[in-house]
């Protein structure tokens, strides 16, 4: 974070947590943090072209846009490990993809539209890049999913000049509603397509996104509170490249539980900081053995392996396995509805 300004982080810290879903939203970052609107768009633009900063936009549940999806895991001969990568990466259901330090070298989340069967599209992409073994380890239960990044310590000043009020106009987020989980109505599907661009950096990035999906801009608001609420719509605000926030190191940490303690442990990893995404999938012994996954992010090598052996008492395993990333073959946002 060094390589951050105080400005600058506190600003990426209210992009990823406290984005303003109103008409302005730059007014009301600058308002939060004693600028002049432009001074915020322009260090946004300047945030994207430097690095950190990725994308804003929204970030959907999957399954309730009626997509399947799955981690998969390949086996590749090392040296045709970049050729197989490159294969996957172009199948457009891809968002992220990575070789890791481990015999399962290649791994990658795959998502298809409704009607598309996805375990036959696992099999024939793994076909048709001839690897040597493959598991696809879909989500049974997802313990936390929260990629945001802690940017502003206990040196820095508050992050906002007063507290923005809750409430629609001024632009708060709604945490989601508790019961039953609803599918995507297909009124709603202009508003997905709509909402995960990434907002433009015009005075009214709403309208401009409306604008472009036949909608008005007090429509798409009020469907993203909607969404929100519903829990459909996980978070609006920022995605970072971990690095260039200063999150130099992350490794995949994998954990073999008994079946009785799963979810207690799934819990406590949750709980950590540290983690950002904590899932129980299923596993494949004795080849893959291991079923609950941990995403594991520090600033540096050592604070990662403090971490991931705090994680270690927490869970108790009977067997665990930690998995560095070697290389980002691809990192994007799916992309939904679009032919």
Partial sequence: MADLSREDRLLLEQLQSRFPLCARPYAELARRLGLAEGQVMERIRALKEAGPLRQIGAIFDTRRLGYASTLVAMAVEPAQLDAVADVVSRHPGVSHNYARAHRFNLWFT????PGVDLEREVAALAGQVGVLEAFSLPTRRAFKVDVRFDLVDASDEPATQGATAEGREEGAQVAPVQGAKEALAPRDIPFVRALQEDLPLVARPF??????????????LDAAHRLLASGILRRYGATLRHREAGYRANAMAVWRVPEGRVEAAGRAAAGRREVSHCYERPAYPPAWPYQLFTMVHAHSQEELEHAVAALGELIRPLDA???PTVREYKKVRLRYFIE
């Fill in 207 to 220: 309208a401009a996104l409306g604008e472009r999906e036949g909608v008005g801009e007090r429509a798409l």
């Fill in 110 to 113: 795959l998502a298809v539209p």
């Fill in 321 to 323: 396995a930690v998995l």
